[in-house]
């Protein structure tokens, strides 16, 4: 059995949403509760409703006056009924998938998607007149469609680690990666599996007990880095992501999740995304770097800027307009610092922003000032950050931002418009928006299916856990989901059952036999060596 953990799952989180702040709400909860400023500094911008946008039922927020749901979103009356996913069997390659499925343009209810190897071929209210879908595999959902979810950043080796309970607020990043205890109980840990020194200092060892792993092949000590990786891949494809940014380059990062600043993504052109987690000081040639990103040799750089609250935090910004790179294809994560004259310049230059409420509230007791970058009109995608101080995967982000926009930002962003967050605008940010992040003929083949509601498709993502997740597509093959769905279209014998929450689930990790760089590894082969050299391994998935 893998370790278990407390996981805010569907029901979970709606007790703990209703619950007093004197009652058994988590952490993350309690510091979204007790910040209001921010959420009554965004009303004196904007004309903020009482209530969300779409009220009642649809967007869980106090009923608004309308005469048509906004953005598209379809009233619950006009959408199919929730129903059991069924299959019938044809070509693996070939899937046609019927359901409410959420475009662009729009809500299809009902609506058909084709999937051929790794293209959208078609998204229509019928697709079943093309030619691929001639003995394709059809999928009635009984659900809901949406592309792939997109983690815009995170530290995806990272996230085997449990939440870190900071000591004490900080004002800026140097502080808290400083600090004796992130130390002892994260990052010493961390460094001691990925490079353990051994029984010499070096990684030499005579026998398994020499290695902090656990682990000596041929004297010397195996580190767990592919394992860390695959964990925290698994851990973001449970949660309904496609694409990942934030992954420690490693070839064995090849297979699962698709990485956005690694190659092993499958899309054109992933080689030129560069990520940069210490600074623009740390650049050592920002003139080359410019150069690329104005020709596109180097099509997007994503940079930590300006995590914290303080005036160190927002000079980094300095810095980076002084290095030139006030770039279109520049994204900043963070930028927490970040006030009116910054955004205003970020704005100018069409950069993206990377925002991560719950990891800034639980570090710096506060988050961007998120009304004034939407007010300016910025591109805003929402990321996790990472296991230790944020949420565990997008949906558990989404939630985060559901309950901070409803009590804090009066109902500021849409459901369409969070969900937009985790995809399209996601894919914006790290320039991939043409071929991922949305359902459109010509993209590749990257899908999240979840089990109706009986709600909006917007509010159902929202409101969604792991255990809704009817089916994860990745360049057009199932890697998670349902039984229904999984025992027809798994990509081997070596996908293994998974219980998420009573639900009982299919994952695919193990590509084969005797394969490199760990693709022979299953899950729970994965789960032993980590635990193997870490005790306090985060468990997948998380239940109450």
């Known amino acids: 059995m893998l370790p278990a953990k407390r996981r805010l799952t569907n029901a979970g989180w709606r007790a703990t949403l209703s619950a007093s702040l004197g009652g058994s709400m988590s952490r ?9 400023t921010l959420g009554l500094f965004a009303c004196s911008l904007l004309a903020c409703s009482s209530g969300s946008p779409f009220g009642g039922p649809d967007g869980g927020g106090p009923s608004l006056d309308r005469a048509a749901p906004r953005d598209g979103a379809m009233p619950p009356a006009d959408l199919l009924p929730p129903g059991d996913l069924s299959v019938v069997p044809g070509a693996k390659d070939r899937v046609l998938l019927r359901g409410t499925v959420v475009t662009p343009q729009g809500v299809l209810s009902p609506g058909e998607v084709l999937l051929a190897a790794d293209k959208l071929i078609c998204v229509d209210t019928r697709c079943d007149d093309r030619s691929e879908a001639l003995g394709a595999t059809i999928v009635n959902t009984g659900g809901m469609i949406y592309p792939g979810l997109v983690d815009a950043h995170n530290h995806t080796h990272y996230n085997y680690q449990p939440e870190w309970t900071p000591p004490q607020s900080f004002t800026n990043h140097n502080q808290w990666t400083a600090n004796s205890a992130y130390a002892s109980e994260i990052k010493d840990p961390h460094n001691s599996i990925l490079n353990p020194k051994g029984i010499d200092g070096k990684g030499g060892c005579g026998k398994p007990s020499d290695c902090e792993t656990g682990l000596c092949v041929a004297g010397a000590c195996e580190s767990l880095a592919c394992e860390m990786i695959k964990w925290g891949e698994i851990r973001a494809m449970l949660g309904g992501a496609t694409m990942i940014q934030g992954t420690l ?22 080689k030129t995304v560069r990520t940069n987690v210490t600074g623009v ?4 040639n920002p003139e080359k770097l410019v150069d690329e990103l104005k020709t596109g040799v180097t099509s997007a750089f994503i940079i930590h800027v300006a995590e914290g609250i303080d005036s160190k935090a927002r000079s980094e910004f300095v810095e980076l307009e002084n290095a030139g790179l006030l770039l279109p294809r520049t994204t900043v994560i963070h930028g927490t610092a970040l006030g009116e004259p910054e955004l205003q310049k970020m704005k100018a ?5 990377v925002w991560s409420p719950s990891s800034n509230l639980a570090l710096y007791g506060k988050t961007n000032d998120i009304a004034l970058a939407k007010k300016l009109g910025l591109n805003i995608a929402l990321a996790p950050d990472w296991t230790i101080n944020g949420a565990d995967d997008l949906l558990d982000e989404l939630k985060v931002l559901d309950k901070y926009n409803r009590e804090h930002l ?10 937009e967050m985790v995809t399209i605008n996601a894919a914006k940010a790290l320039q991939f928006d043409t071929k991922i992040g949305s359902l459109e003929a010509g993209k590749h083949a990257d899908v999240l299916i979840l089990r109706g509601r009986g709600k909006a498709p917007y509010r159902t993502l929202i409101e969604a856990g792991q255990a809704e997740i009817e089916g994860v597509f990745i360049a057009g093959k199932a890697l998670f989901g349902s039984r229904a769905l999984m025992n027809h279209l798994k990509l081997n014998a070596f996908c293994e059952t998974l219980d998420i929450c009573g639900s009982s689930k299919i994952v695919c990790v193990k590509e084969g036999d005797g394969l490199d760089e760990k693709r022979d590894q299953t899950l729970a082969e994965i789960g032993t060596r980590l635990s193997g050299g870490f005790s306090r391994l985060l468990a997948l998935p998380r239940c109450p």
Do not use: K, P
């Open 249 to 270: 380059s490693r070839a064995c990062a090849n297979t699962l999740v698709r990485n956005a600043d690694l190659s092993y993504h499958g899309l054109d052109g992933g």
């Open 28 to 36: 993350r909860i309690r510091l979204l509760s007790s910040i209001a």
């Open 410 to 419: 009066s109902g500021l962003f849409s459901d369409r418009e969070m969900f």
């Open 281 to 284: 000081s740390s650049i050592s």
């Open 349 to 353: 230059a069409g950069m993206s922003l």
